[in-house]
Every structure is written in C-alpha cells, then in structure tokens.
C-alpha cells in the first residue's frame, strides 16, 4: 500500500474515533456556590451545554445579567430537567459557581424553578 494510501486510512481511523467527554472547571470558584434569584431572559438549549441567561438585582440595586452555564441536555434529562423545567420569564434561584475573575458568569450547580424543586444542573 502506498504510504498516501496508509496516511488517509490512518487519518480516517483517528478522525472517526469518539472524543472522550471533558469539561474543565478550572475557571469557575469550585470552593464554594454563590447564590442568585432573577428572571431568566434567555436560554441557549443547545450541545454541548445549555446556557441560561438571568436578569438578577445587584447589591447597587441595578439590574446585572448573568450568564449560567450548564451540562448537556442528556445530562439534564438523567436529573429529570426538560425544555418545560424553565422557561423565559420565570424567577428562579440558583446556586453556581462564579468565574474567577468575578465576572457575572456561573457554573450552574443546582436550580430552583417554578415548581419549587431544587434540581442539579452540571
């Protein structure tokens, strides 16, 4: 076989191979959760995570968007969190893990919905 030949198969071989599942936590505050409760303006259902985005009252008073960014939607499933869990509109309260570098920015770990459950989100 010509070595063109074994480079295409070979690339073709490694191309197909699955990438293994990673998500780094390194940028986020894993020590401890910060706590917010706001109005959900948007929300990003799409792979590999969902994105919510929260209108939340500042401690000036004025109102700050965070971005919360969760696991995939089969994660969310196995934790019996659908597309009907949340929706545009509804308040919410949430425990996160914020960005390091204080930014509005969480790591989603739990959230409280319209139905009162508390549901794990990563």
Do not use: F, K
């Not at 971005?67 to 509804?90: C, I």
């Amino acid at each position: 076989m010509p070595v063109r030949a074994v480079i295409l198969v070979v690339a073709g071989w490694v191309a197909s191979v699955p990438v293994w599942p990673h998500h780094s936590h390194t940028n986020h505050d894993m020590t401890e959760y910060h706590h917010l409760t706001g109005t959900v303006r948007d929300i990003h259902w799409i792979n590999p995570h969902i994105w919510l985005y929260v209108e939340v009252t500042g401690d000036d008073g004025e109102l700050e968007v965070w971005a919360l960014e969760t696991a995939t939607p089969a994660q969310l499933a196995v934790n019996g969190v659908t597309r009907d869990t949340v929706h545009v509109g509804d308040t919410i309260s949430a425990r996160c893990h914020q960005l390091r570098d204080g930014s509005n920015g969480c790591l989603l770990g739990y959230l409280t919905g319209r139905d009162g459950m508390e549901r794990p989100w990563d």
